[in-house]
């Protein structure tokens, strides 16, 4: 079926079209861009650091206890439920911190059908439990867009699963994607700027939006689903939103005709530069000068490092961990930065595990000093693991990107990422 006459819209939209009528379509209210979207921005993306916490022990015990178990044990059994549903949990969090929008990413010149592609390869598995199948109708050449794919995979994942909840008989899904050009006259707060846009359009056969919904289906926490057929917390459409609007992009959607609803993402044409420009401060630059090194600096002890996290749990759960796996290693741990320094000086550790958000001083201040006792010392500069549930720093990432020896680990962390990174970085 022609791609002009499967996007045959009730409220006059048509893929091909040369300008978008949006004022027939329906978009984000306005109103969420102004003090009380920032409000739940706040909230939960202290809900979603606060979650990945708790959940990085909910994750990380199953399988040290499963080891203990006989083979197809009850036991075994109720731990497998435990970790599906921690899996369940985490993928919530990360819609929440996704929806907070503080975090730092990385663009590049990206091709959407690429992208799509992989999309729907991932969610050929969802697809098929749901009784979907998912067509795709991809224009080619498409124009290069500026992104950070995994946001923008993370956008078209949520639409989807969107529409294979509005399909719950099953049905096709079309993926298309075009290239668009948007008109003056079609300014306003509820469209698209005049521009050149690559448009992905999610087309389903499903039940529709329900006409009292509207205009609040991206607001956070509403869903088109009955309370007892909802099957998320209506966070999807709404961090599709998000992801889609930090690229400069606009989402909307209209009725097909016929039944079913199309969403369509519009992604501006990059031009010139392929990366957007990275946030930086004071701190960030400080934090990326290259430090003065000794010709000979005194080496690390190579069994030895540093445990830093506020919360207690986390500590002794990383250090059983890495105790079971790395032979001869002393792991000292602190729950504040500054009795980490003070145990740090007596110690000059080969590898730091530190937590970014600490109550006395924050792990990016603390390597900061860690680096001035190093070079008043004249000692070898640790490796630091940041560690964090939350959005990353752009300071972090400066430092991070500026030397391959320092890495991230977001939590909550697996025990393979965990020992795999540690293990690298003590026996470089």
């Not at 439920?81 to 990206?110: C, N, P, W």
């Not at 990326?288 to 190579?302: E, H, K, L, W």
Request: net charge negative.
């Amino acid at each position: 079926m022609p791609l002009e006459d499967l996007l045959d819209l009730s409220c006059g939209y048509r893929a091909g079209a040369r300008d978008c009528p949006v004022s027939k379509t329906e978009s984000m209210p306005s109103a969420l861009e102004g003090e009380r979207f920032d409000a739940v921005k706040g909230i939960v993306g202290r809900i979603a650091h606060d979650f990945n916490n708790l959940l990085t022990p909910l994750l990380a015990y199953p399988p040290l206890i499963r080891n203990d178990l006989p083979e197809g044990s009850c036991g075994a059994s109720l731990l497998d439920v435990i970790e599906k549903t921690a899996q369940d949990m985490l993928h919530i969090t990360r819609q929440l911190l996704e929806l907070s929008g503080h975090g730092e990413y990385e663009f590049h010149l990206a091709d959407l059908n690429e992208i799509v592609e992989r999309t729907a390869a991932e969610a050929g598995a969802a697809a098929a439990a749901a009784g979907v199948t998912i067509q795709k109708q991809l224009s080619t050449p498409i124009p290069h867009v500026s992104a950070c794919a995994e946001r923008v995979v993370l956008a078209l994942r949520n639409v989807l699963r969107n529409a294979f909840e509005a399909m719950p008989r099953g049905g096709e899904i079309v993926i298309a994607t075009r290239e668009q050009t948007v008109g003056g006259e079609n300014a306003g707060p509820d469209a698209p700027a005049p521009g050149r846009y690559v448009v992905v359009d999610v087309c389903d056969r499903g039940e529709g939006v329900p006409v009292d919904l509207g205009r609040r289906i991206f607001e956070p926490f509403v869903s088109t689903r009955r309370s007892a057929e909802r099957r998320g917390a209506g966070l999807g459409l709404s961090v599709a939103y998000r992801i889609v609007r930090d690229h400069g992009g606009y989402i909307a959607f209209a009725a097909r005709e016929g039944g079913g609803t199309v969403f369509s993402l519009f992604f501006p044409v990059a031009e010139g530069a392929g990366s957007a420009a990275r946030q930086t401060d004071a701190r960030s630059e400080e934090a990326a000068q290259p430090q003065r090194s000794d010709p000979a600096p005194t080496a690390c002890d190579r069994n030895r490092i540093l445990i830093v996290d506020d919360e207690t749990n986390i500590i002794r759960l990383f250090r059983m961990i890495l105790l079971q796996e790395i032979p001869d290693l002393i792991a000292d741990m602190a729950s504040r930065g500054g009795e980490a320094l003070r145990i740090f000086e007596s110690g000059h550790h080969a590898v730091v595990l530190m937590d970014i958000r600490m109550p006395d001083m924050d792990g990016l201040s603390c390597f900061e000093e860690m680096q001035k006792i190093c070079a008043a010392r004249r000692w070898e500069m640790p490796a630091v693991i940041f560690c964090t549930g939350f959005s990353v720093p752009p300071a972090v990432r400066q430092i991070i990107n500026g030397d391959s020896k320092h890495a991230l680990l977001a939590k909550p962390v697996s025990r393979e990422q965990l020992v795999q990174t540690v293990r690298a970085r003590l026996f470089a």
